[in-house]
């Protein structure tokens, strides 16, 4: 199968013509982006990384670290002369075709960031189309449970329902839903639960003068109700 998968939204459209070289940049870092040989696999952020120097060359602004300099931001709402006053920062951002990128790994896997992506991007008032990167295959471990989300088959499952009843309609040109990577973690349930655990240890000494006292009636209940 050809890497990557991808899908242009609506489906009686025909992809735009920045769609073929943006697909082949994420292609060139198939080793990279779709390689298992790490068990936590990649972040997001370092997805975007390995991606950044053939988006910058097709034209991107791309985030650049997570300092306030490196951000990449497009106006929602202007205000007093002229100024933004509300602002959504994305992942790139192509001023000239207005595209907006958003890369997403475990988190749009497990946590819906779809959902988040498509009303945080339909309120961006130049984002013409929205590109959005899923991973193929989301794999996790929490403690003895295992289990694997196809984020990108959830997601093109949500858009299909989407375009098809015309309910909700998206503000865009078109949606490039891209499968790019695949995933796995391990969750720390078992390191949360020692530590869970070793906190709640503490409080029968920490509070073993005033329980004694109180045991003892040495101390007389006032305010709230004796626990």
């Given at each position: 199968?050809?890497?990557?998968?991808?899908r242009y939204?609506?489906?009686?459209?025909?992809?735009?013509?920045?769609?073929?070289?943006?697909?082949?940049?994420?292609?060139?870092?198939?080793?990279?982006?779709?390689?298992?040989?790490?068990?936590?696999?990649?972040?997001?952020?370092q997805?975007l990384?390995?991606?950044?120097?053939?988006?910058?060359?097709?034209?991107?602004?791309?985030?650049d670290?997570?300092?306030?300099?490196?951000?990449?931001?497009?106006?929602?709402?202007?205000?007093e002369?002229?100024?933004?006053?509300?602002?959504?920062?994305?992942?790139?951002?192509?001023?000239?075709h207005?595209?907006?990128?958003?890369?997403e790994?475990?988190?749009?896997?497990?946590?819906n960031?779809?959902?988040?992506?498509?009303?945080r991007?339909?309120l961006?008032?130049d984002?013409?189309f929205?590109v959005?990167?899923q991973?193929?295959?989301?794999?996790?471990?929490?403690?003895?449970r295992?289990?694997?989300?196809?984020?990108?088959?959830?997601?093109?499952?949500?858009?299909?329902?989407?375009?098809?009843?015309?309910?909700?309609?998206?503000?865009f040109?078109?949606?490039?839903l891209?499968?790019?990577?695949?995933r796995?973690?391990?969750q720390?349930?078992?390191?949360?639960?020692?530590?869970?655990?070793?906190?709640?240890?503490?409080?029968?000494?920490?509070?073993?003068?005033?329980?004694?006292?109180?045991?003892r009636?040495m101390?007389?209940?006032?305010?709230?109700?004796?626990?």
């Amino acid at each position: 199968m050809a890497y990557p998968s991808w899908r242009y939204f609506p489906s009686n459209s025909a992809p735009p013509e920045w769609v073929s070289p943006l697909i082949g940049v994420l292609g060139s870092a198939e080793s990279t982006i779709s390689t298992e040989a790490t068990r936590t696999g990649l972040s997001s952020d370092q997805v975007l990384a390995v991606l950044a120097p053939g988006l910058i060359e097709l034209g991107f602004q791309v985030e650049d670290g997570k300092g306030r300099l490196g951000k990449v931001r497009r106006p929602v709402l202007f205000g007093e002369n002229g100024l933004p006053t509300i602002t959504y920062e994305v992942d790139a951002a192509h001023a000239e075709h207005g595209i907006v990128v958003e890369i997403e790994a475990g988190r749009g896997a497990r946590g819906n960031a779809e959902y988040r992506d498509l009303v945080r991007t339909s309120l961006i008032l130049d984002a013409n189309f929205l590109v959005l990167a899923q991973p193929l295959a989301y794999r996790f471990k929490s403690g003895a449970r295992e289990g694997t989300e196809y984020a990108y088959l959830n997601t093109v499952n949500l858009l299909e329902a989407i375009y098809a009843s015309q309910r909700l309609r998206l503000p865009f040109e078109g949606l490039l839903l891209v499968g790019s990577q695949n995933r796995s973690t391990v969750q720390p349930a078992a390191r949360n639960c020692a530590v869970v655990s070793a906190s709640r240890a503490t409080f029968r000494p920490n509070f073993s003068a005033q329980y004694d006292a109180l045991d003892r009636a040495m101390v007389r209940c006032s305010g709230q109700a004796c626990q």
